[in-house]
């Protein structure tokens, strides 16, 4: 489990949860290029190899923090994160077509952006580990129940309301 909190100018606490099952699903399918023949995937790439390198999963974790770091979310929706190229200039996307010979990489190479589907939680701790145990792709842990009640005890009293919300996919995409 990833928690990121945000915030903006004082007034609110913006804690985001990505689960381990979806940062996984997204590192195999867009980082280790594991996916189905004859399926087009956007993933990200490093200028190690000639744009075709794979980024180190520390690396797509903390890109994925500064990504979400420092915005205020509204709502649960879709939304468009762009990948902060000052930061991260060695990283970048390409497309990849699976067929029965391997992976065939397109001739273009782009600054892409992130498109993660979130949906929010309305509540704090308690709330938050009822619909996470809820999800069928996230496994609660003693230390993680902790974690989220340590954040919320933490924050308590700061702001005069936490919005939580679940990451339930990522994947990078052409801008």
Known sequence: MVLIWTKEKGKRL????VPISVLKMMIDTHIERKFKIG???TCLVTKDNGWIGVPKEEQVI????????????????????DIPHH??????????TKNNFGLIPSNEIFEG???????EIDGRARK????LSRSPWVNISKSMREEI?????KFEGKYPKEFVFL?????????
Do not use: Q, W
């Open 14 to 17: 913006d804690i985001i949860i």
């Open 39 to 41: 399926e087009t995937k």
């Open 62 to 81: 903390k890109l994925l923090k500064e990504s979400l770091f420092k915005i205020t979310l509204v709502e649960g929706f879709d939304k468009k994160f």
């Open 87 to 96: 930061i991260f200039s060695d990283i970048k996307c390409r497309e990849f």
């Open 113 to 119: 952006y992130f498109k993660i589907t979130l949906s």
């Open 128 to 131: 938050t580990m009822e619909i």
């Open 149 to 153: 009640i340590s954040i919320f005890k």
């Open 167 to 175: 990451i339930e996919h990522i994947h990078p995409v052409k801008s």
